[in-house]
């Protein structure tokens, strides 16, 4: 099922202070640039191209696979989306011509797939257009239970004039809906988004079914150290030989 449609597309690049501001996307697009160098990237989840744009006017040959045709749409009214080829599809499944030395995911992207077997297809998918030594990276946040009281299942992560943020958890099944009410002309209107957490130890096996291993593990895009109160983690991982 597609959660990013008409009104969400219209409104998802307007984060001007969140993931938009250079502080946030600055480090992002150094970190895969450097890592891409001359070969081609593939970004899973390409959306409305935050990473995919500035990234391909660093001379990266970018290509880009998502479900969305309303996001795909802001992608293409962009300037600059002409050097960037799209795929509409899943992407955890679909399959695009060549080879890429790295493909990438990021902001909890890789949550947006709901269940179990999906994520794993997505890592099958990401090897599946990797050379041996190819990269795949991942940015996702750390599973917040530590917030959860025992018995809870809702936790508030935003309290605001015109937006009230509240995470409901199924810790049986991983599961994870984002509750958002937000003010829109004088009334609150709800958009819920479900995911499914994942550890970190669990991409890594996903990994390890996929033929790829772990290299390192960051904070951030900044390479700093993944610790025990770290929020959020980006990962990477290489393809090993055939």
């Known amino acids: 099922m597609d959660h990013f449609g008409e009104r969400v597309a219209a409104e998802y690049d307007s984060d001007e202070t969140g993931m938009f501001s250079p502080a946030v996307l600055g480090p992002a697009v150094e970190f895969l640039a450097e890592l891409a160098g001359a070969d081609a990237a593939l ?13 391909s006017a660093r001379g990266v040959p970018v290509h880009g696979i998502d479900l969305s045709e309303a996001m795909l749409a802001r992608l293409r009214a962009k ?3 002409e050097r960037i080829g799209v795929t509409t599809g899943d992407f955890a499944r679909t399959r695009v011509p060549g080879e890429f030395g790295l493909v990438f995911l990021v902001f909890n992207t890789i949550n947006n797939l709901t269940t179990q077997d999906e994520q794993v297809d ?3 998918n990401a090897a599946r ?3 041996p030594g190819g990269r795949f990276v991942i940015e996702v946040g750390v599973p917040d239970l530590q917030k959860l009281p025992f018995g809870e299942t809702h936790v508030p992560f935003e309290f605001g004039a015109d ?24 009334r609150w209107d709800l958009d819920s988004m479900p995911f499914r957490y ?16 772990l290299v390192e593990r960051w904070a951030d895009w900044d ?3 993944f610790t025990s109160t ?3 983690h980006v990962s990477m991982w290489r393809k090993e030989s055939a």
């Open 198 to 213: 994942v550890w970190p130890a669990e991409l890594d096996l996903m990994a390890r079914l996929a033929g790829m291993r």
């Open 122 to 124: 997505c890592f099958r």
């Open 223 to 225: 390479r700093s150290p």
């Open 43 to 55: 970004e899973l989840g390409i959306g409305t191209g935050r990473v995919a744009l500035p990234l």
């Open 129 to 131: 257009h990797l050379p």
């Open 163 to 186: 937006h009230v943020g509240i995470d409901e958890y199924d810790v049986v099944n991983q599961g994870l809906i984002s509750h958002h009410f937000w003010m829109r002309d004088g």
């Open 230 to 232: 770290s929020g959020k």
């Open 79 to 81: 300037p600059g989306s």
